[in-house]
């Protein structure tokens, strides 16, 4: 006789069970190795145990005679008392139960309504049958129609759940998951028309019933694919929608909840909310006029449940046909990425590998995908119009929509992947989709067996299933590529003739519900990259999917895919990129970010395409975030006075910097950069760019004089490049200035020095295909009329004599940034005399200031602006903020030495620790500054030039808002967030220009 271990009995009690059943010998050898293929063979003993006790000792011998000879009723029992401790107790508690076990047929749904009706005494309401409704009244109510109902209701969960899990035990037929799926759903049927009955009779007493009522199930149970615990959505349709409904809709939702699983009727139009019962053609208008898309996809599932059939048919006829025109609203895209986003949010981090529904590789994924292929095709195609989830599949496969590898393949994981869920939720009949941690021997061994997994070779039946999940996941994760992209490529190219493909005009529907808003256009762009020629061509193959996706995820797709096309145009020769996409799937991740996202991006790549390189993670993080500023200016200015001539110098400087902006742009819309990091990183490579052009310039010009240069000269950065704080979309503001050499004329030195300040701005202003390089110096003394160098004397009598106030508010940015550093310093310290004076500017200035700033509001704003949302001049935005900033500094900056600094950001962290604003208000003035900086960067991102005006709601809007770093569905969110930030903001700027 086989020893308690060999037969996986690990307690220490089963010795001393197996001796209570008399099974301690060799005439129960063949039983004992019935019991060792259960799940757990300890639960099984232990139920056993209890059962002997519950039954008796006549009834036992029964029992245990056919446990003996019938092996069929010895694996049902064996292997449910094994799978489910919850059913176990129900076996225990009902003493009776475990004869309905001996049959080998499992009840058909006419035997499980009567069965359900029968516990309650339910009879069928006159003329109802004959018109083929389920509307009967019960005779019993209350809290004994509660325990009848679930004592029924678990009856028939323990049949099925014996059969299905019978095959782990002996050699029993396996039930495959949409039979298991189709009888729950039809017990699900008949327990709530059983419930019904009762909710009738509660309400309506011995009266005839006032309304006609149905029930529509939704979900799982409305495609006929439930899981054993899983909550039953319904919609209820009545009429009249009245009271009397509404009370016996929510009574049956009571009973049942309470007798057999949660009754959730919040996919009725306005969720919990709305109605409770509604008549067909209060749900038709809402359906038309405010409905949701997800709303749309829920009602794939619909089907008459119980209740008056007749209604419900009415419901369907009425509201099916919108299921299907839902893929052609305006918002359908952004709505379906909207859901796969809450669908993956929904679970934490930490849980999302061991989630079976929601996780990555999930059975929701499948769902998803195949809801949203019924809703595009099944327009055109009615064979599509189907419940479930593999009949779905199945047809989509006929249809040739999806290869018939792939939805074998698909079907195949979502089937395991489903079987797992139902075997959880099993063991205590608890609602759970949650995989025991992997490190959880017992657990993962109990599923293992309770899924029929053996031990393979040298792996244990454990390590089998945690194989067969990883193997299982992964094919699903490739689920959008094998059922959006794939058949894209086939109709494309046509290269797979083994399989049905799609039809031009199908896969342009399919682009257009992926977001794609020229369709055909898309298509030409797949087929011109499907067919490259050779090796390029057979990678595009195998990556196309997967970039498909990804830029199917962005706010431009038609762009974004545009973009790829012309950078692979770019990129024809260079065999590197095309190999770096199919084996770095962060790298093409990203880069479909970007070119989905950013024009101006784009643009730079297709110049600079080495950056690329830095899509890839390195050791530390993100390369893109590896590179140092400093260390880029330095090898800009070295590599480009290294230039033999002024052409090649300035085509030098022009690379470096277009890589550092593409460097730069792209860390920023992948989130890797915050806005200060961003704008201190531009305002290093403008002051680098000058840099390197002034020290190219002076050195032809003393090559050509055979002679040094007769001057020093230092460019004084002013504005955001003064502040550190340059965005996409800004000039250069700066003035120039020099100092004789001893011994030199002073007119000649200057005349010099303008020369070659203005060779210097022509050199970096002349047409490019590159961002502009504008150099201002429209803030230099008597602006444009004066002359664009000075000596360091003649701006100091210039500001003693003829400053007006805003040139000493300019002043207060001003900044070395390139050139001799001594001549800058000297600038400075003759500046900080203008712009800190002792005592403070005078009383005079600061009104002028103000009647400026008043005047700037009421001109400055360009023509049809919309004051809310320009980023620049707009109420709150950047002006606002910085004219604030400035005008305490020019109130106080004699007073707190903290105050002269030229960063706006560090300028409010002095304005706060000085106290001379409340902490409040500085946070509000910073995160207004922070919001439109980031906001005007993003709209430059998006539309490759300069933009201060944020677009009205739309697809451009969402588009900005994806580069800000929002979701693109929180389109609306974000300018919500801009027009509260800035107007909290606003308040603050008044508050400071009214003291």
Not at 517 to 537: F, V, Y
Not at 549 to 570: K, M, Q
Not at 863 to 891: F, I, M, S, Y
Request: glycine share 8%; proline share 5%.
């Amino acid at each position: 006789m086989p020893s308690a271990g060999r037969l996986g009995l690990l307690e220490t009690s089963a010795p001393g069970h197996l001796a209570d059943l008399e099974w301690d010998n060799e005439d129960s050898v063949d039983v004992l190795w019935a019991l060792s293929r259960a799940p757990d063979a300890d639960l099984a003993l232990r139920a056993l145990i209890r059962i002997k006790g519950a039954v008796g000792a006549d009834a036992w011998a029964e029992v245990d005679d056919l446990i003996r000879t019938d092996k069929g009723f010895r694996g049902r029992l064996f292997a449910v008392l094994g799978g489910s401790d919850a059913l176990g107790d129900h076996v225990v508690a009902e003493p009776s139960s475990w004869r309905l076990l001996t049959t080998s047929m499992l009840p058909s749904v006419d035997e499980m309504n009567e069965r359900m009706l029968a516990s309650v005494g339910a009879t069928p309401e006159p003329g109802e049958l004959e018109k083929g409704n389920k509307v009967y009244r019960a005779a019993l109510t209350g809290p004994k129609a509660v325990v009848a109902l679930r004592i029924a209701y678990r009856d028939l969960l323990l049949q099925l759940a014996a059969h299905d899990l019978a095959p782990t035990v002996e050699d029993e037929e396996v039930m495959y998951l949409p039979e298991v799926g189709a009888y729950l759903a039809d017990a699900a049927d008949a327990a709530l028309t059983a419930a019904l009955s009762v909710a009738i009779a509660e309400v309506c007493g011995d009266k005839p019933m006032p309304v006609r009522l149905a029930v529509i199930a939704m979900g799982k149970c409305g495609a006929r694919e439930l899981n054993y615990v899983s909550d039953v959505d319904v919609v209820f349709v009545s009429e009249p929608a009245d009271g009397v409904s509404a009370r016996i809709a929510g009574e049956l939702m009571r009973v049942g909840s309470l007798a057999f699983f949660e009754v959730d009727a919040a996919l009725r139009p306005e969720g919990k909310a709305g109605a409770l019962t509604r008549t067909v053609d209060s749900h038709l208008a809402y359906y038309r006029r405010w409905a949701k898309t997800w709303e749309f996809q829920a009602l794939l599932k619909a089907r008459p449940m119980t209740g008056d059939m007749q209604l419900a048919d009415e419901y369907l006829a009425a509201v099916s046909p919108l299921v299907w025109t839902a893929a052609e609203r305006d918002d359908f895209v952004p709505e379906v990425q909207a859901m796969r986003r809450r669908v993956e949010s929904l679970v934490p981090e930490e849980l999302r590998e061991r989630n079976l529904k929601l996780g990555s590789g999930s059975l929701r994924d499948v769902e998803f995908a195949v809801q949203l292929l019924q809703m595009v095709h099944g327009r055109v195609d009615e064979e599509l119009r189907v419940r479930s989830t593999v009949e779905a599949l199945g047809a989509l496969t006929a249809g040739g929509y999806v290869g018939r590898d792939d939805g074998a393949n698909l079907t195949a994981s979502y089937q395991f992947m489903r079987s797992l869920e139902h075997r959880l939720q099993l063991q205590r009949l608890s609602r759970t989709h949650l995989l025991p941690a992997f490190d959880d021997v017992d657990n993962m061994r109990w599923l293992a067996r309770a899924a029929h997994i053996r031990q393979e070779g040298e792996l244990d039946a454990t390590a089998v299933l945690r194989e067969e999940l990883k193997r299982q996941k992964s094919r699903i994760r490739r689920l959008h590529e094998k059922l959006f992209y794939r058949p894209l490529l086939e109709a494309a190219t046509r290269f797979n003739t083994d399989e049905l493909t799609l039809s031009d005009k199908s896969a342009e529907r399919r682009l257009s519900a992926l977001g794609y808003a020229k369709p055909e256009r898309a298509l030409s762009h797949i087929r011109a990259l499907a067919s490259s020629a050779g090796r390029r061509g057979q990678i595009q193959l195998l990556i196309l999917p997967s970039l498909l996706e990804w830029i199917g995820n962005t706010p431009d797709p038609d762009a974004g895919l545009l973009n790829y096309r012309r950078l692979c145009d770019v990129m024809d020769d260079a065999d590197w990129f095309i190999r770096l996409l199919r084996d770095d799937g962060v790298v093409a991740e990203r880069l479909m970010h970007v070119l989905g996202t950013s024009e101006f991006i784009a643009n730079l790549l297709m110049r600079s395409p080495e950056v690329i390189h830095l899509y890839s993670d390195g050791a530390n993080g993100p390369k893109l975030c590896e590179v140092d500023p400093e260390d880029v200016a330095r090898g800009l200015i070295a590599s480009t006075v290294r230039q033999p001539d002024l052409k090649r110098a300035v085509a030098a400087a022009r690379s470096h910097r277009r890589f550092e902006l593409a460097r730069v742009a792209s860390a920023d819309i992948l989130g890797m950069m915050d806005v200060p990091a961003v704008c201190a990183a531009l305002s290093s490579v403008w002051a680098a760019v000058l840099n390197a052009a002034l020290t190219v310039v002076i050195a032809e010009s003393e090559r050509d004089r055979g002679e040094p240069a007769p001057a020093r000269i230092a460019v004084i950065g002013m504005g955001r490049l003064g502040g550190g704080e340059l965005g996409y979309g800004s000039d250069a503001d700066v003035l120039f200035v020099c100092q004789p050499e001893p011994g030199v004329d002073e007119a000649p030195a200057v005349r010099w020095a303008q020369t070659v300040a203005e060779k210097v701005r022509s050199m970096l202003g002349s047409p490019s295909e590159d961002p502009p390089l504008e150099v201002d110096t429209g803030l230099r003394p008597e602006g444009r009329n004066g002359p664009v160098v000075r000596t360091l004397a003649a701006y100091s009598a210039y500001y003693d004599q003829w400053a007006q106030p805003w040139e000493i508010q300019a002043l207060l940015r001003a900044h070395q940034v390139a050139g001799d550093d001594a001549l800058g310093i000297d600038f400075l310290h003759m500046a900080d005399r203008i712009r800190y004076p002792e005592g403070g500017v005078s009383a005079d200035a600061v009104k002028e200031i103000r009647r400026i700033k008043a005047r700037v509001d009421s001109e400055r704003l360009p023509r049809g602006a919309d004051p809310a949302t320009h980023t620049k001049l707009g109420r709150g935005g950047l002006a606002d903020v910085e004219w604030t900033v400035q005008l305490l500094q020019l109130r106080y900056g004699h007073r707190h030495v903290t105050l002269h600094n030229t960063s706006t950001l560090q300028s409010l962290d002095a304005i706060g620790a000085a106290e001379l604003l409340g902490e409040n208000d500085v946070a509000l003035l910073k995160e207004a500054w922070l919001t439109a900086t980031s906001a005007r960067n993003a709209l430059v991102l998006v539309r490759g030039k300069p933009i201060d005006q944020l677009p009205a709601p739309g697809r451009q809007l969402r588009a900005v808002a994806y580069a800000a770093g929002w979701p693109e569905d929180q389109a609306a969110e974000f300018l919500e967030n801009y027009l509260r930030v800035t107007r909290r903001a606003k308040t603050v700027v008044r508050k400071v220009f009214g003291a």
